[in-house]
């Protein structure tokens, strides 16, 4: 049965030395591939000599490979990027451009995605080949934290060999470092129960140098602030100001009400007080935080309405043999569960 059509995106920078076995590896693992299959390899605007080792590749190895040269180092997510538009299959899959993803996993992921029925799938480095402080434990962390500020329960959201829907995954722009929070921008536009994850074969390093740190657990806990508000507040910003607002407003009042009492209940000086300079100052907190919130749905409003975003979209069936041939075997299946059940019912 064939397979839908997919598209490999390969971000690369200071690779020369992994080129050519990755176009190898590439090659040999979707030799048997039952559908077509292409490659976008994405030069960063590398240093070394990697620019010259993927046009002498794609000249060796043909026309499924294509070469992107950025003209300059714009970071991983505006390569992933640049490599998402120029995808043209059903599917798009991504991996790191150093060997440590096994393009191997790949034609499995992409069955076990349509018989899952997702949009994305996600890999998981269960048995991680890195180093425990440099590697893992951000890792570890920035997992926690995104799990915990998002809701969407993975186990390793750094793992850049994933495969997603190309119509779901385009709905989506990635800017600054949204790279290592893909997951949870995606179910900004489809449910997360159609968001999974799959074991996934894990590599050391063999050569170069690895581009992350635990610096990078910092980077994390600021992005989250932003992954949050988009993945709650993103039609409907006004909120999340309004609700801060009232909050403050509401500490502030009581505190002024509390004052209140003091002074025309029981007649005390209130002027000298700290509370009453706190309270006010409160108050005008609340209410920047309301006028914030008014003009943050203002420029919603604008943005929706000049740019002819739709508040909703119609999902597309994937089409394929495979595809159809696993959808009836889950009608067939849902039918004889049917039948079974009434013949219990009958008895």
Same mark, same amino acid.
């Given at each position: 049965?064939?397979?839908?059509?997919?598209?490999? !995106?390969?971000? !690369?920078?200071?690779?020369?030395? @992994?080129?050519?076995?990755?176009?190898? %590896?590439i090659?040999?693992?979707? =030799?048997?591939?039952?559908?077509?299959?292409?490659?976008?390899?994405?030069?960063?605007?590398?240093?070394?000599?990697?620019?010259?080792?993927l046009?002498r590749?794609v &000249?060796?190895?043909?026309?499924?490979?294509?070469?992107?040269?950025?003209?300059r @180092?714009?970071?991983?997510?505006?390569?992933?990027?640049?490599?998402?538009?120029?995808?043209?299959?059903?599917?798009? =899959?991504?991996m790191?451009?150093?060997?440590q993803?096994?393009?191997?996993?790949?034609?499995?992921? !992409?069955?076990?995605?349509?018989?899952?029925?997702?949009?994305l799938? *996600?890999?998981?480095?269960?048995n991680?080949?890195?180093?425990?402080v440099?590697?893992?434990?951000?890792?570890?962390?920035? @997992?926690?934290?995104?799990?915990?500020?998002?809701?969407?329960m993975?186990?390793?959201?750094?793992?850049?060999?994933?495969?997603?829907? =190309?119509?779901?995954?385009?709905?989506?722009r990635?800017?600054?470092?949204m790279?290592?929070?893909?997951?949870v921008?995606m179910?900004?536009?489809?449910?997360?129960?159609?968001?999974?994850?799959?074991?996934?074969?894990?590599?050391?390093?063999m050569a170069?140098?690895?581009?992350y740190?635990?610096?990078?657990?910092?980077?994390?806990?600021?992005?989250?602030?932003?992954?949050?508000f988009?993945?709650?507040f993103?039609?409907?910003p006004?909120?999340?100001?309004?609700?801060i607002?009232l909050?403050?407003?509401?500490?502030?009042?009581?505190?002024?009400?509390?004052?209140?009492?003091?002074?025309?209940?029981?007649?005390?000086?209130i002027?000298?007080r700290?509370?009453?300079?706190?309270a006010s100052?409160?108050?005008?907190?609340?209410? *920047?935080?309301?006028?914030?919130g008014?003009?943050?749905?203002?420029?919603?409003?604008?943005?929706? *309405?000049?740019?002819?975003?739709?508040?909703?979209?119609?999902?597309?069936?994937?089409?394929?043999?495979?595809?159809?041939?696993?959808?009836? *075997? &889950?009608? =067939?299946? &849902?039918?004889?569960?049917?039948?079974? %059940?009434? &013949?219990?019912e009958? !008895?």
């Amino acid at each position: 049965m064939s397979l839908p059509s997919i598209s490999i !995106v390969v971000p !690369v920078y200071n690779e020369q030395e @992994n080129i050519a076995p990755l176009f190898e %590896a590439i090659s040999e693992s979707m =030799a048997n591939y039952d559908g077509d299959w292409d490659v976008v390899i994405v030069n960063d605007g590398s240093r070394d000599q990697t620019a010259a080792e993927l046009n002498r590749c794609v &000249k060796q190895y043909g026309d499924k490979f294509l070469h992107v040269e950025l003209q300059r @180092n714009f970071g991983q997510t505006a390569a992933m990027q640049a490599g998402i538009d120029e995808a043209s299959g059903d599917l798009i =899959a991504t991996m790191d451009g150093d060997l440590q993803n096994d393009p191997a996993d790949i034609p499995r992921i !992409v069955k076990e995605l349509i018989e899952r029925d997702l949009d994305l799938l *996600q890999g998981w480095r269960k048995n991680r080949q890195d180093h425990m402080v440099s590697r893992k434990l951000p890792s570890r962390l920035a @997992n926690k934290l995104i799990q915990r500020v998002s809701g969407v329960m993975l186990d390793d959201y750094g793992c850049s060999l994933k495969v997603y829907r =190309a119509d779901v995954l385009k709905q989506i722009r990635l800017y600054g470092e949204m790279h290592r929070f893909i997951p949870v921008w995606m179910a900004t536009v489809c449910p997360p129960h159609r968001i999974g994850q799959t074991v996934v074969n894990h590599r050391a390093r063999m050569a170069g140098e690895s581009k992350y740190g635990i610096s990078r657990t910092f980077r994390v806990i600021i992005d989250l602030v932003s992954v949050f508000f988009f993945l709650k507040f993103r039609a409907r910003p006004g909120h999340f100001f309004g609700s801060i607002g009232l909050w403050v407003g509401g500490i502030g009042g009581l505190m002024l009400t509390y004052l209140g009492l003091l002074k025309f209940v029981f007649g005390q000086d209130i002027g000298n007080r700290p509370m009453l300079l706190i309270a006010s100052l409160l108050i005008i907190a609340s209410l *920047q935080f309301l006028t914030t919130g008014v003009l943050s749905e203002i420029l919603s409003r604008i943005f929706f *309405q000049t740019t002819n975003v739709k508040s909703y979209t119609v999902r597309k069936p994937l089409t394929c043999e495979y595809s159809a041939q696993i959808q009836e *075997q &889950k009608a =067939a299946e &849902k039918i004889a569960k049917q039948e079974d %059940a009434t &013949k219990q019912e009958n !008895v």
